[in-house]
């Protein structure tokens, strides 16, 4: 299903030559392609089928402490090597030449699988999907009012060239099927979300997996409307393996990027070889995850992604880096450079977070627990990496007593401190479930995903909704 890029190594070093006439220390050529598809089912009617191709390419120059870059749309080698003098021309001149290493291509192994390439599958097929979903939804119970369904693809051709010699290419495909139902009692509207998000083909949208999806958002929507509102206070808190690891992201993942770090920024600023957790938590970041929404072979800088360990046994070892950063703090890369497009800048950024798995049965810990809260699902948040609070919206819960799950719960709210509450785990299950996002950071988006297993959190405030 790949193709080979457009850009040839001769190419590619003829640009970096150019970015580096005026002097420059260090130049790198990011190239992409991109190709998407975005179609919105919605109450039964197709309102959204929209397709784009955007290509281009940044060059980015770097003398001393300064960086130039330089982006915009390429069609031909002619348009590139005039990007490149358009990035050399905001080098100040002087200073010895740098010699450009011999650019030869070196393809890293790839660790998703995409069996069935997205784009040789016809509209028709795509749009019955949704129909599927629509109808799944729908006959799970009256009280379901509306129904939007959304079908995304993204294939991204991506090439990478430096004056140190690197030229690494990628092909990363995407797929995000997303199921938005809200139900209606009364006066109460509440609503419930699934979806199917990651990096393998067409494969992994099959008719089960579709209705299953549907079925979770309607049923969650169904339950949150008939539940009574959550009530405030401070409980032991069980965090199901299905919550996903949007804790972990928000209120302990970006606290660890380099970037923040550097600039003193993060609550964990300087603290390499400190205990900030518990003992029982190891936090992971690992691009190589295979079919995992945030997996790719390298990063947006070409360094292969791997398995970092950030946080083992509650003692910090790491930060997510990128080549800059690592320079600066000492550390070595990990592959956690990543850009929304050719239009940026790379930034230091989350693949897929986790908490390990540890060795609890998850039944055991929600049998430990006399009066507290199950969180089911996360939703979104926020999160103040310089003091770690956060406050996290909780789109599916119960009450726990006696050890089993009670009435469930609507409105609750997870609010607290990420480092504190990472001290006071004191159970964490032998289980691992996944969620899925986009994240944001500095103006930029990046697909994610997070993992964590069951945890038990001795005390913490269940608040109301955010507004």
């Known amino acids: 299903m790949t193709r080979t890029p457009s850009i040839s190594a001769r190419e590619a070093g003829q640009a970096l030559r150019t970015a580096l006439s005026r002097g420059g220390d260090w130049a790198e050529l990011f190239w992409e392609r991109h190709e998407t598809l975005q179609i919105v089912l919605d109450d039964g009617h197709v309102e959204d089928a929209i397709s784009g191709v955007d290509q281009g390419a940044g060059i980015r120059v770097t003398k001393g402490e300064r960086t130039t870059y330089a982006n915009g749309n390429v069609n031909d080698v002619d348009d590139l090597i005039a990007l490149a003098g358009r990035a050399a021309r905001g080098v100040e001149e002087g200073g010895a030449l740098h010699e450009v290493g011999e650019v030869t291509p070196d393809e890293l192994p790839r660790p998703s699988t995409v069996a069935i390439d997205p784009r040789s599958v016809a509209v028709e097929r795509k749009v019955a999907l949704l129909r599927r979903a629509d ?36 092909t990363r495909v995407r ?26 083909g067409f494969e992994m949208l099959s008719e089960e997996a579709v209705a299953e999806a549907a ?73 190589t995850d295979p079919d995992k929404r945030g997996t790719a072979a390298m990063d947006d800088e070409g360094t292969p992604t791997q398995r970092t360990v950030l946080i083992e046994n509650g003692v910090l070892r790491t930060y997510l880096s990128d080549r800059k950063h690592a320079a600066k703090l000492g550390i070595p890369r990990s592959g956690n450079a990543r850009r929304e497009s050719f239009r940026y800048l790379p930034i230091c950024r989350m693949t897929t977070t986790m908490i390990a798995p540890g060795s609890s049965d998850p039944a055991e810990i929600l049998r430990s627990v006399k009066d507290g809260v199950f969180v089911k699902k996360m939703g979104g948040g926020q999160v103040d990496v310089v003091s770690g609070n956060f406050a996290f919206e909780i789109t599916e819960c119960y009450r726990i007593r006696d050890g089993s799950l009670a009435e469930p719960l609507r409105g609750a709210t997870l609010v607290g401190q990420g480092p504190k509450l990472m001290s006071e785990i004191d159970m964490v299950g032998n289980d691992l479930g996944y969620s899925t996002g986009t994240c944001g950071k500095d103006g930029q988006g990046a697909p994610v995903a997070d993992a964590q297993p069951t945890i038990r959190i001795p005390s913490v405030v269940v608040g109301g909704k955010l507004k």
Not at 157 to 170: F, K, P, Q, Y
Not at 222 to 249: K, Q, R
Not at 274 to 287: F, P, R, Y
Request: hydrophobic share 40%.
């Open 135 to 170: 109808q799944v939804a729908r006959s799970l119970d009256p009280r379901v009012s509306q129904v939007t369904v959304s079908y995304g693809e993204s294939v991204q051709e991506v090439l990478i060239a430096n004056s140190d010699g690197l030229h690494r290419s990628d």
């Open 215 to 287: 079925h979770t958002a309607a049923r969650r929507a169904v339950l949150n409307v008939g539940a009574e509102p959550a009530p405030a206070g401070t409980y032991t808190v069980v965090l199901s393996s299905e919550a996903g690891g949007t804790l972990i992201h928000e209120s302990v993942g970006h606290g660890l990027e380099a970037d923040l770090n550097l600039k003193g920024l993060s609550v964990y600023s300087g603290r390499i070889g400190q205990k900030v957790a518990s003992e029982l938590i190891t936090v992971i970041d690992d691009g």
């Open 175 to 200: 797929l995000n099927f997303a199921v938005h139902v809200v139900a209606k009692q009364g006066e109460v509207l509440e609503s419930g979300f699934e979806a199917l998000r990651g990096t393998s």
